[in-house]
C-alpha cells in the first residue's frame, strides 16, 4: 500500500508539473502578443532629418577607367598573365554599364604540365595524346586575349578605417556579362598521319604524329560574371580588386578527351575559368558630388 501511495503521487506531482508549465507559457504568449513598440518623437536640431548626410556620390554619372593586372587561377596546364583595361559608365550611384579588355602577356606552365614534360612516356596506346613529353607544352591549349561588356550593381557601400588613421569609402560590385575570349589550341589531327606529313616528333620514322606543335585559333562567347571590391582614396582615385568566372570548352591538354581515335572540337571539355584582376581606378570627373 505504501509502494502504491508513493507511484499515485509521483504521478500527482507530474501532472501538476505539466500544468503549470501551460499556465506559465500561456501567460507569457499573452504578454508577447499584447507588446507594443516605443513610438519616439525625435525633437530639437535632428527633427525632419535625413538618416544620412553629405554622401560622397563616387559612381553616379561619372565615368570610371581601370587599367589593370589580372591573372588566371585554377588552369589545368598553362596560366595567362594579362594586361588590360576597363571602363565603367555609372548612371546611378549602384547601377552602371561597362566594357573590358586584356591581352595575355605571358603563359607559365603548371606543375602538371611540367611533370608531363618531364616524366611523361609515349606508348602505342597514348602516341596521339603525346607523340613527345617534351613538347608536351607547346601542344596545350591557352588564352590568348580576353574581352567583354557587363551590367554593374552595387548594393552595399561604407567606409572602412585602418589604424584608426586613414579612412576610406568602399563598396561591393556585382557584375554580369558577357565575355568574348581568344582560344588558341592544338590543330585537328587523326589517329593515323597521311602518307609525306612531316613529324614534329624527334624521330620521324616511328610512326609518331605529325601534329603536335600545329596550332589553330578562334573566338569564344561565353557569360561572365564576379565581384569586386572597391576602396576609393580621392575624389578621382581608388583601388580594385576584383574576381571574374569565364565558363567555357576548350581543349586544354590538346589530346583525344573522348577516345574517338582524333583530337577536333568534340574534345573540348567545359572549363570553369577563374580570373583574379588588381586595378587602379581614376574617376571623371574628377570633382566629387555629395548630397545635401
Aim: hydrophobic share 40%.
Amino acid at each position: 500500500m505504501m509502494m502504491l501511495a508513493k507511484q499515485t503521487l509521483s504521478r500527482i506531482s507530474l501532472v501538476a508539473a505539466l500544468a503549470l508549465c501551460l499556465w506559465v507559457g500561456d501567460g507569457l504568449r499573452s504578454n508577447v502578443g499584447s507588446a507594443a513598440a516605443q513610438d519616439v518623437h525625435v525633437s530639437g536640431p535632428l527633427a525632419g532629418a535625413t538618416s544620412v548626410k553629405n554622401q560622397r556620390i563616387w559612381r553616379g554619372m561619372r565615368l570610371h577607367l581601370e587599367p589593370f593586372f589580372a591573372f588566371t587561377i585554377g588552369d589545368e596546364y598553362s596560366r595567362s598573365l594579362i594586361v588590360g583595361a576597363e571602363v565603367r559608365f555609372h548612371f546611378t550611384d549602384w547601377f552602371g554599364i561597362g566594357g573590358w579588355g586584356g591581352y595575355s602577356v605571358a603563359q607559365l606552365n603548371t606543375n602538371l604540365a611540367k611533370q608531363v614534360r618531364d616524366k611523361g612516356v609515349t606508348t602505342n596506346a597514348n602516341r596521339l595524346d603525346l607523340p613527345s613529353r617534351e613538347n608536351f607544352p607547346e601542344q596545350t591549349g591557352r588564352i590568348n586575349w580576353w574581352s567583354g561588356v557587363e551590367l554593374h550593381f552595387v548594393p552595399f557601400r561604407g567606409k572602412l578605417a585602418m589604424f584608426q588613421k586613414i579612412f576610406v569609402d568602399a563598396d561591393l560590385d556585382f557584375f554580369v556579362g558577357a565575355a568574348f575570349v581568344g582560344i588558341e589550341e592544338r590543330a585537328n589531327v587523326v589517329g593515323q598521319p597521311a602518307p609525306g606529313n612531316v613529324s614534329f616528333c624527334d624521330t620521324p620514322n616511328d610512326g609518331c604524329l605529325p601534329s603536335q606543335l600545329a596550332r589553330s585559333k578562334r573566338t569564344g562567347i561565353a557569360p561572365s560574371f564576379g565581384v569586386a571590391f572597391n576602396a576609393f582614396f580621392h575624389d578621382f582615385l581608388g583601388v580594385s580588386f576584383a574576381w571574374r568566372g569565364i565558363p567555357f570548352k576548350y581543349n586544354t591538354g590538346g589530346t583525344d578527351n573522348n577516345n574517338d581515335g582524333q583530337i577536333d572540337s568534340d574534345d573540348r571539355l567545359k572549363q570553369f575559368n577563374n580570373m583574379f584582376t588588381i586595378g587602379l581606378t581614376f574617376v571623371l570627373p574628377p570633382k566629387m558630388k555629395t548630397t545635401d
